[in-house]
């Protein structure tokens, strides 16, 4: 069955940086746009950058500049690299893969940025 695993959560002050990952298995990685969403406490759910099967990234106005999305299809991995973090950042990081009508959550890794 199809299984999104993230990793690399954790605590980090503002300014910090963290790397958040995806591993895939399942499913036909390459073919799947793949995003990253997040729920801050109290909040809905939101898009915060997605990456399409061709590479073509988009970000939330709120994490330009600051959050970059890769993948590397041959690892079936997708990654967040967040730099300058605000408290503003702190949310549950789900990571998503669709296609067509396929649409699959990982189970979210926990950024907390905080002093």
């Known amino acids: 069955q199809v299984q999104l695993v993230e990793s690399g959560g954790g605590l980090v002050q503002p300014g910090g940086s963290l790397r958040l990952s995806c591993a895939a298995s399942?499913?036909?990685?390459?073919?799947?746009?793949m995003g990253w969403y997040r729920q801050g406490p109290g909040k809905q759910r939101e898009l915060v950058a997605a990456?399409?099967?061709?590479?073509?990234?988009n970000y939330a106005d709120s994490v330009k500049g600051r959050f970059t999305i890769s993948r590397d299809n041959a690892k079936k991995m997708v990654y967040l690299q967040m730099n300058s973090l605000k408290p503003e950042d702190t949310a549950v990081y789900y990571c998503?893969?669709?296609?067509?009508?396929?649409?699959?959550w990982g189970q979210g890794t926990q950024v907390t940025v905080s002093s």
């Open positions: 998503n893969g669709y296609w067509t009508s396929l649409d699959y």
């Open positions: 990456i399409t099967s061709g590479g073509s990234p």
């Open positions: 399942g499913m036909t990685f390459s073919i799947y746009t």
